[in-house]
C-alpha cells in the first residue's frame, strides 16, 4: 500500500556529513509521523529522530546537537541531516511512516528497506 524508499547512506569519515531522505508514495491519504530508526549488528533497532505532521521532533539522546530531521509534506519525504558523525552512528538506517491510507481509510505503518551508514574513525 504504501512504500518508502530511503536514499543518501554510505561511507564517511568521522567528523563528516551525510543527508538521509525518505520518498513515501502511495494512495496516501495522510501521514502522522515520520522517523527514521537504526539497527547495529548485534543490537536493537532504536529510534533516531521522529517528526509529526505539525512538526513537533524529539531525538535520541545520543544524537542530540549533531542530527537534524525535518520533512515535507507536500512531497511526502522526510530526511535526515547528520553531522560530526561518530564511529558509533555506523548501522542500518531505517525510514517508518504512519497514517492513513486508500479510499476506505485505514491506517498503515510501514518501513524503508534500510540504507547502510557507515563512519570510519
Known amino acids: 500500500q504504501v512504500q518508502l524508499v530511503e536514499s543518501g547512506g554510505g561511507l564517511v569519515q568521522a567528523g563528516g556529513s551525510l543527508r538521509l531522505s525518505c520518498a513515501a508514495s502511495?494512495?496516501?491519504?495522510?501521514?502522522?509521523?515520520m522517523g527514521w530508526y537504526r539497527q547495529a549488528p548485534g543490537k536493537q533497532r532504536e529510534l533516531v529522530a521522529a517528526?509529526?505532521?505539525?512538526?513537533?521532533?524529539n531525538y535520541a539522546d545520543s544524537v542530540k546537537g549533531r542530527f537534524t530531521i525535518s520533512r515535507d509534506n507536500a512531497k511526502n519525504t522526510v530526511y535526515l541531516q547528520m553531522n560530526s558523525l561518530k564511529p558509533e552512528d555506523t548501522a542500518v538506517y531505517y525510514c517508518?511512516?504512519?497514517?492513513?491510507?486508500?479510499?476506505?481509510?485505514?491506517?498503515?505503518?510501514?518501513w524503508g528497506q534500510g540504507t547502510q551508514v557507515t563512519v570510519s574513525s
Open positions: 517508518n511512516a504512519d497514517g492513513v491510507v486508500g479510499l476506505s481509510p485505514s491506517l498503515f505503518d510501514s
Open positions: 502511495g494512495s496516501i491519504f495522510s501521514i502522522n509521523a
Open positions: 517528526i509529526t505532521s505539525g512538526g513537533s521532533t
